[in-house]
């Protein structure tokens, strides 16, 4: 039983912790499907490493994995301004606990995951994030399955982020709760996928160093999404596929600062094919039409072009290459803006330097388009890291990453460099 476990916190359960706790996204699924577990489909980071994974704590027929990150970092521009850049060390404690089932059919993960992040000079910046989510599967048979799942988060939004506060005294608290659910029939040549998720959005205001009130109340918002999908075998690797992803979007308190009316509806209609070329190639590739509009007629329509990819590519057994893109309508809060049309592309390699030392480096781009306005923001970021196991309970993790923003209109640019190193323990 542990050797499973040692396979299997480096497949769902390690996704669930990576993805889900500190990249804070509401909507992100704890669990991948069952496909994601086979070897051929998984990335030089993804794979087992029997003799340095966790083993875990069992308890009945679950597996409990406690974890701490400990991570000293030098952040070069913590408030991402253009000028008289203003620099800190930040320690950050990450505690998490992950209780994962190990059931021939079936799964169930928890998770719970704590982050703080300390600034030495700088207190006012200092935040606690906390996430609990929980997610299962239900097989019905090989290929048809049922998912679900749900998570409550307390976090705090980025200065780099266009929407910031950018005069708040502290960086902006917000909650979000969602739920998802799915389903998926992939036997024959004829499949069917659908998911559905809800997403609540729920800001703090903010003040400034005078201690005026910045309203923030007023972007509480809930989502409301389905993604509807049928997938047809077309040759023995390839499935063609149309989806049509649809959502609402209600703002509570209807009108912002400005009077605008945010709330909206949107839809895209996408084509394309999923690819299964054994340990070569894997993933997915689509093209489309997206659209967005609004309940305030003075606000702009989003649309154009969708689309998007999520490829991985072995080139050797010791070397991975990723590579992903979207066109996706974020929401925003500049005025007269109706939405941001963000176009975004990442590519990461990742190599087995020995057996135990693993090096990454990635670069993503993304422009930002702010419907309804001139303004555009290119973004560009780039990062090297590597990772040394030294054994099952611990391992080290240097990084260096540099941020930058390009934009076409004045005082929102800005350089950011942050080097950290991580050390972890867990059982």
């Avoid at 003040?207 to 509807?228: C, E, L």
């Avoid at 390699?349 to 990635?362: G, Q």
């Amino acid at each position: 039983m542990k050797k499973q476990c040692a396979k299997l916190c480096t497949g769902a359960v390690g996704a669930a912790l990576a993805v889900l706790v500190w990249v804070g996204s509401a909507s992100a699924q704890v669990i991948p499907s069952p496909e994601a577990a086979i070897p051929e489909r998984q990335s030089v980071l993804q794979r087992a490493r029997p003799e340095y994974n966790p083993l875990g704590l069992p308890v009945g027929s679950f597996f409990v994995l406690p974890s701490i990150d400990v991570i000293e970092a030098w952040n070069s521009n913590i408030f991402a301004t253009p000028t008289n850049d203003v620099s800190d060390f930040v320690t950050t404690f990450q505690p998490a606990v992950t209780v994962a089932s190990d059931w021939n059919n079936h799964s169930l993960t928890f998770v719970l995951g704590d982050q703080t992040n300390l600034y030495a000079t700088h207190p006012d910046e200092t935040v606690n994030n906390l996430t609990a989510a929980v997610a299962g599967r239900f097989d019905v048979q090989r290929d048809v399955y049922f998912t679900g799942g749900g998570s409550a988060q307390l976090l705090h939004e980025d200065r780099s982020s266009p929407n910031a506060a950018t005069t708040g005294k502290f960086p902006t608290e917000y909650h979000v709760i969602d739920g998802n659910a799915g389903f998926v029939h992939d036997t024959g040549r004829l499949g069917l996928r659908f998911n559905t998720a809800v997403d609540s959005y729920s800001y703090n205001d903010n003040v400034t160093t005078t201690g005026f009130v910045i309203p923030q109340k007023f972007r509480d918002n809930i989502q409301y999404s389905a993604i509807p999908r049928v997938t047809y075998e077309i040759i023995p690797g390839y499935h063609a596929f149309i989806q049509m992803p649809v959502n609402e979007r209600e703002y509570v308190s209807h009108a912002d600062a400005a009077g605008f009316y945010r709330s909206s509806h949107g839809y895209e209609g996408d084509i394309g094919t999923a690819l299964n070329l054994g340990s070569l190639v894997n993933g997915e590739v689509y093209v489309g039409y997206l659209r967005q509009e609004y309940e305030d007629r003075r606000l702009s329509t989003a649309q154009g072009f969708g689309g998007g990819a999520s490829l991985l590519w072995n080139i050797t057994e010791l070397t991975s290459l990723r590579f992903a893109a979207s066109r996706t309508v974020q929401e925003t809060d500049i005025d007269p803006a109706s939405g941001m049309l963000e176009s975004s592309g990442k590519i990461a390699v990742e190599h087995e330097l020995m057996r135990n030392v693993l090096l990454t480096a990635s670069g993503t781009y993304f422009n930002d388009l702010f419907v309804g306005t001139k303004r555009s923001d290119n973004n560009y970021n780039a990062g090297i890291g590597a990772r040394y196991l030294l054994n099952r309970n611990f391992s080290l993790e240097l990084d260096a990453n540099f941020a930058h923003r390009d934009s076409n209109v004045s005082g929102v640019n800005y350089d950011q460099e942050i080097t950290g190193l991580k050390f972890r323990a867990q059982l």
